[in-house]
């Protein structure tokens, strides 16, 4: 359906390693490097997120192993010695966890990740459940979309709507994800909108326009 923005649900993967509050250290390094992850959302019950336990979290031990005056530091946060001297996930994870809903947009996991500088969420519902995982890579999906998927979409639920045939003509071009909007235009104070709702369309990477008003008044002419 056109204008539907990508949400979270779409792009996830549902299939999910997940360990419990027990799991010891050695059960955690060989999960990840079975799932090729960096990452394992810690749940309790029927699957609540409780926290994430992530490579950084177990490299603690390591990084203090062969620097036994390190915990007495004075920069050395107490967490850190704590994760060292931990043996289950319930002692390593990170809490409480940084997660996204099913429901949420892409672009919302984006920022959420861009926030926390995670490279990957747990998908939850509203009680906190695991779903799924949205990795970066996930994200980026919406940017293979094809360039006349893009194009259709622009033309039917945005131009068509804003700048009708009938005082408008504009064409729509779209080369890499980039979408231009050309021709002759009444009102220019729409460009701006026009800006807005193209960009939110899934797999736009930018948008250019070549509008000018039908008085043959110059405008939306380059970047609004």
């Known amino acids: 359906m056109y204008g539907t923005p990508n949400i979270v649900s779409d792009v996830m993967t549902q299939t999910v390693a997940a360990v419990g509050r027990r799991a010891p250290f050695k059960e955690i ?22 926290g994430v336990v992530s490579e950084a979290d ?10 036994p005056d390190a915990a007495d530091l004075p920069l050395r946060r107490p967490s850190d010695v704590a994760k060292a ?16 809903q099913a429901g949420a947009t892409v672009a919302e996991a984006a920022r959420i990740m861009a926030r926390a500088g995670v490279k990957r969420l747990p998908v939850v519902d509203e009680i906190d459940m695991l779903q799924g995982i949205v990795s970066r890579a996930d994200l980026l999906k919406v ?8 194009a259709a979409e622009v033309r039917h639920e945005i131009v068509a709507h804003l700048f009708p045939p009938a ?3 504009v064409q729509v071009e779209v080369h890499d994800g980039v979408v231009t909007l050309g021709g002759l235009i009444r009102d220019s104070a729409l460009v701006p909108v026009a800006a807005r709702l193209v960009r939110a369309v899934k797999g736009v990477v930018d ?9 043959h008044e110059v405008s939306g002419a380059g970047r609004p």
């Not at 940017?143 to 893009?150: E, S, T, V």
């Open 29 to 50: 390094v060989q999960l990840m490097q079975d799932w090729q992850v960096s990452a394992l959302p810690v749940i309790e019950g029927e699957g609540r997120v409780v």
């Open 207 to 215: 948008v250019r326009f070549g509008l000018a008003r039908d008085d």
């Open 58 to 67: 177990l490299l603690v031990k390591e990084e203090l192993r062969d620097d």
């Open 167 to 169: 005082s408008s003509s």
């Open 143 to 150: 940017f293979l979309r094809d360039d006349a998927d893009i």
């Open 85 to 100: 001297e931990a043996l289950t996930a319930g002692d390593l994870m990170s809490s409480p966890a940084v997660t996204v």
